[in-house]
């Protein structure tokens, strides 16, 4: 099945704490994440950049076979998104240095023709009411997940709940969870926002793994564990592009079920695992579906019971 | 096989985040350990109590098939170790209220004659130079693995190092670890400990699960995920007890190897879930096998892959 996703396009510069500093690295949202469902299904990103846009970084995307960019506007006059972050020791938090939003201020870009008849949307983060109207031009969506963040949790919450009532699933970070709902238990959490009405919610925590809560069951996953972590810009959202595209291809009435989702978190705990292997896009770029099976394979070894 | 263990009989009082405090609970590291692992095989406790002792917690040890106090010395005019504790709200943390030594600061009780051809020995935390004297007690173990904490990593490093050098394996904390090798990345951790003996290290991380690096492969589990913690207390303990217990009991002269323990991972994984459902062993205690299958079951379909 087709994947539509939505999200941001940013310039980033990364501070790990290694003391390295890389600058005016491809990112954002919409692109980590439809780079790393390519590597399953045809994933169709829809996201707006300046004129200040690179051609290499258009190229690089180029690269992935089954990346559509066909939704991505080059908007005249406009600026493109940076964001700039600095990581902590544990790398698993930050500080944002600097953000310009540019062309995220401005009117969200048109959903082309083409791609009005995809069958499985992911709405990554931005505010809740641009998820919600781009969502709407689907209304015949087989399976709709959303992610957010803290920002929207504090400033946006009435909408936010809103689009949880008309979405089948949603991804968050652990400390998100606990923001929107007060509990820190990640399962109590999970249960308090399938009252709002998705089918599931896939909590992140990040090197620790994620947990699913489902209207019909519950499953915990490890991260895949690497000593390997050069940046982990992306990972949330390489993870989710994993899970989604997996869940695309794989199709089917069964789409969104316990079993297929939880099927499907593996194959995003593997994609993330590759992507905080570099800075922006190195790694996916270096990769082959080849070596997504192997890892798979090795990781679905490691996590073995009995 | 059967498995000895030497650890501390304690008398708790511990305060949880909801504003409960229990007082005169029975704990201590040898207590939990040995009531876990006797689910799975025959656990010798050796440890020591002072004349203080209450009788229903010798009653309550008893009640453990599997569990053989023969090994338990209540000593006239000595005092029981006592220990206090108070959870901090993400129960993960807590603050120790008082640690009253008692017995702990005289000299180790003896291992009974019947107890010396245990073939497993599990050194449950207490000073290296203890743990070592204990060890050296069965020179014909199939198997030996210790327990630590940050206390004498600070204090005792020198011969804790010297016990690695003679143990085949090591379960410690994810921050001990860090203390311990200076490297938090937990795999490059494990691997540091790795190089001064032993053949694997089980490295806890509370309610996000365990990591395994071992000579032979590496490996990760989640832990249960549950909405229902009453009491993290012990849970470690019992982890290395349901992991120890499951090792002894598959015996076999594939004791230790990369398969073996990832398995028993599991098991140690189920015995922490429930103990952390209770104070002290009241959720053991009111358990069979039959529930402790149960939950591995339901536990390895939470985490299956594909």
Chains 1, 2 share one sequence.
Not at 216 to 230: M, N, Q, R, S
Not at 271 to 282: D, K
Request: charged fraction near 25%; proline fraction near 5%; charge should be negative.
């Amino acid at each position: 099945m087709s994947l539509i996703v939505t999200g941001t396009i940013g310039i980033d510069t990364i501070e790990t704490p290694s003391g390295e500093r890389r600058e005016d690295l491809l990112g954002g949202s919409g692109v980590y994440f439809a780079a790393a469902a390519s590597f399953y299904t045809q994933a169709r990103l829809v996201a707006a950049v300046g004129d200040d846009f690179p051609q290499e970084f258009l190229d690089s995307l180029n690269d992935f076979e089954g990346l559509d960019i066909a939704g991505l506007e080059v908007r005249k006059g406009s600026k493109t998104f940076r964001w700039g972050g600095k990581y902590h020791e544990d790398m698993d938090h930050r500080d944002t240095l600097f953000t310009d939003l540019g062309v995220l201020e401005e009117a969200p870009p048109p959903v082309p023709e083409a791609f009005k008849d995809s069958s499985v949307v992911f709405l990554a983060n931005s505010h809740p009411m641009v998820q919600l109207n781009m969502l709407e031009q689907f209304p015949d969506a087989k399976l709709s997940v959303a992610d957010t963040m803290d920002l929207w949790i504090t400033i946006a919450k009435p909408e936010l709940t809103n689009l949880l009532s008309k979405v089948d699933g949603l991804v968050l970070n652990f400390d998100e969870a606990e923001q929107f709902t007060g509990h820190r238990n990640p399962v109590t959490a999970g249960r308090h926002l399938l009252e709002l009405g998705p089918r599931f919610v896939v909590i992140k925590k990040g090197e620790h793994g994620c947990i699913l809560v489902h209207k019909d069951g519950i499953c915990a996953l490890p991260a895949y564990p690497t000593e390997d972590v050069v940046d982990p810009t992306g990972a949330g959202d390489t993870f989710a592009g994993g899970l989604m595209g997996r869940l695309a291809a794989a199709g089917g009435h069964d789409l969104g079920s316990f079993g297929s989702v939880r099927e499907a978190l593996a194959h995003g705990t593997v994609m993330a695992s590759f992507n905080v292997e570099s800075f922006s896009l190195e790694k996916l770029r270096s990769i082959s579906r080849k070596d997504v099976h192997a890892r798979f394979d090795e990781y679905a070894d490691m996590v073995k019971i009995g």
